[in-house]
Every structure is written in C-alpha cells, then in structure tokens.
C-alpha cells in the first residue's frame, strides 16, 4: 500500500538480523520491477557482511540526542554501553541544521494523492477514526497545501541530502534513538535504518534503538545489529500471552 511515492521504502519485519538479510538479499536478487519505475537496479546488489569485525566500523552516534531526557533514555544508554564493550568506538556527530520536521507535509501532500479517491468518493467518511490528526482528516486537508510550498520542500529535501551525505562522509553507520526528527529524516534522505529491540518500559513494553547506514550499505548496518543482538537476548524475548 502506497502512502508517501517517495518516502516509502520497503523492508523485512523479523526476529534477527540474519533473517533480516535473508530477506534483503532475495529482494536485491529479484532486480527492479518492470512494472514500478521507482524501483532500480542497486549499484552494489546486497551483500553479507557478517565476517565484518564490528571493532573497525567507523560508528557515529546522535551525542546531543542520548543528552536529552526522554522516557527510554536508560535503555538507550546500556546500548551505547553495550556496544562499547564490543570494543565499538562511538563518535559523536551532529545531522544538517536544516529541520526535516518542516518538510514533512512532503509524506501528507503525497498521501493525499495516493488515497485520492477516498476522499473524493467520501469513503474515508467510514474509518473508524476522525479526529482533527486522523488519517481522513490529514487527507482532507492537505489538500489544500500550496504546490509552490510542496515544490519549495522538494528543493530543500535537496539540499538535505547533499548535507546529510557529507556529515556521514567517513562513517559506516550512526545511533540515534528511535523515533523523533531523526525518523522524519532517513525518511527524506533515504538512508536505511533497522530499529532493534533493546529492553521494556516500566509497564513490560518493549523498546528500541535504531541503527543507520550509508546508502546500499544494509550489509555493514546488519553486521553491528547482529553483534549487539548476540551480546543481548532482546530479540530471544516473547510476549507473556497469559493475560
């Protein structure tokens, strides 16, 4: 299902890494499709990286973000720690100045376009959820966003990029914590991103962290997933369904 044509990206849901590389790799191996012209020919296929030693990765992280205070910060922190011990040396870093959050109307204006016919043929009326930050709402009135604004966000999305790939210049992947400006981010410039589970709030949900890598290279970001999820049994956790 589309929602945004150029935010989107697809991308395995599964337990570990190595399942998640499964994964890519048969994406990768099955080439563009014919029938979708934003899909294309990668210019380096997936490759494992698992015999990486994870000791040598150039490993950035969001310094000023972990500063802050939010709710799964001690979580956040013990993976840094975690990493650390794995003899991963963390250097901090700093994302371009220019606030994606200003630029997110991009993915509204485009799903507006994508489930058109929804709100025109007044069918959103039937979701179950209609307030004022609901979907149909959010349908409705993007709408009315200037094409002059949508075009001027494209441009800056331009330059977004540009400065994004010279921060990461030097770096085979960076930290941040999940969710946030850091999300609306990677969403515009692309960057792949897996998040893992690294611990439970206070009321047994989980949490996670998220890792991000240099365009094409999933290879390396799963590489250090991997580390950290065998240094940690998160990922082995299930559910307690006795409720």
């Known amino acids: 299902m589309a929602l ?29 499709d014919a029938r979708d012209a934003a899909t294309l020919l990668a210019p380096n296929a997936f490759r494992y990286a698992f015999d990486t030693n994870v000791k040598k990765l150039r490993v950035g992280y969001l310094k000023t973000a972990f500063d802050q205070t939010y709710p799964t910060k001690a979580n956040d ?25 200003s630029m997110r ?13 929804l709100t025109r043929s007044g069918r959103d009326g039937q979701m179950v959820l209609q307030n004022r930050s609901a979907w149909p709402n959010t349908f409705r009135s993007s709408r009315f966003i200037p094409a002059v604004e949508y075009l001027q966000a494209q441009r800056v999305r331009s330059l977004l990029i540009e400065q994004m790939d010279e921060k990461l ?8 914590p ?23 709030t206070a009321a047994g949900l989980p949490t996670t962290i ?8 999933e290879g390396k970001l799963l590489a250090l997933a991997k580390a950290y999820q065998d240094a940690t ?11």
């Open 169 to 176: 210049r030097g770096f085979d992947l960076y930290i941040a």
């Open 4 to 32: 945004s044509w150029t935010m989107d990206k697809a991308g395995p849901i599964a337990r570990s890494a190595e399942d998640c590389a499964l994964v890519l790799a048969a994406l990768t191996a099955a080439g563009p």
């Open 105 to 117: 109307f991009v993915l509204t204006a485009e799903g507006a376009a994508a489930f058109d016919d």
């Open 77 to 101: 922190l013990a993976t840094l720690e975690v990493l650390r011990k794995l003899g991963v040396e963390l250097v901090p870093i700093e994302l371009p100045a220019l606030a994606p959050g």
């Open 210 to 217: 998220t890792f991000m890598g240099q365009l094409y290279e």
């Open 233 to 243: 049994e998160f990922d082995e956790k299930h559910p307690d369904l006795n409720f």
């Open 178 to 200: 999940s969710f946030g400006p850091n999300l609306t981010l990677t969403n515009l410039t692309g960057h792949p991103a897996i998040a893992l589970p690294n611990g439970f």
